[in-house]
């Protein structure tokens, strides 16, 4: 029943923001779930890396030191859905973006500290793809 869906990739200049979306079924954002959401991106030829992650109780986050001050993670807890507000991209940003979530309790606390593996991470979404140009 758990399913992640994003969206809101797209095109944009460099410099430019985005809103990326993961909507989350099958299990609720809040207590007492065990979760945590991470946000992982692909570029050809390179491995997934995670860029994002919010923990599952406390609202702790973890960003890559790349983005620090540049992406926002958010819980909207009315719509179940995970946002990443992305500003001023640069050229190393374009990548297929994925929400992902890890529901064992053992591994959920450690991306939000200590960054997400991808291997802890059960349910993925699609992926949405974001292209920084000019």
């Known amino acids: 029943q758990v399913q992640l869906v994003e969206s809101g990739g797209g095109l944009v200049q460099p410099g430019g923001s985005l809103r990326l979306s993961c909507v989350v079924s099958?299990?609720?954002?809040?207590?007492?779930?065990?979760?945590?959401i991470g946000w992982f991106r692909q570029a050809p030829g390179k491995e997934r890396e995670g860029v994002s992650c919010?923990?599952?109780?406390?609202?702790?986050?973890w960003y890559k030191d790349s983005v620090k001050g540049r992406f926002a993670l958010s819980i909207d807890n009315a719509k179940n859905t995970v946002t990443l507000q992305m500003h001023h991209l640069k050229p190393e940003d374009p990548a297929v973006y994925y929400c992902?979530?890890?529901?064992?309790?053992?591994?959920?606390?450690?991306?939000?500290?200590?960054?997400?593996?991808?291997?802890?991470?059960?349910?993925w979404g699609p992926g949405t793809q974001v292209t920084v140009s000019s």
């Open positions: 919010i923990g599952p109780t406390d609202g702790t986050t």
């Open positions: 992902a979530a890890d529901r064992d309790s053992s591994t959920a606390v450690f991306g939000p500290r200590w960054g997400p593996r991808a291997y802890d991470y059960e349910d």
């Open positions: 099958g299990f609720t954002l809040d207590y007492p779930d065990y979760y945590a």
